[in-house]
């Protein structure tokens, strides 16, 4: 059997900006971005 990798795409940056309320300061999505990475996010879409 080949093994497969499944790829986990990201759009926490992109949608939750675009949720009422809600509004990321540069700070806050450099932490964002590294908790994902540490996580082992593949790809990370921004907003």
């Not at 080949?2 to 926490?12: G, W």
């Not at 990321?24 to 999505?29: A, E, T």
């Amino acid at each position: 059997m080949e093994d497969k990798k499944i790829y986990i795409f990201d759009t926490t940056l992109r949608d939750g900006q675009q949720t009422t309320g809600v509004d990321f300061s540069v700070s806050d999505k450099i932490v964002i971005s590294e908790a994902l990475d540490k996580i082992g996010i593949d790809y990370i879409e921004g907003g």
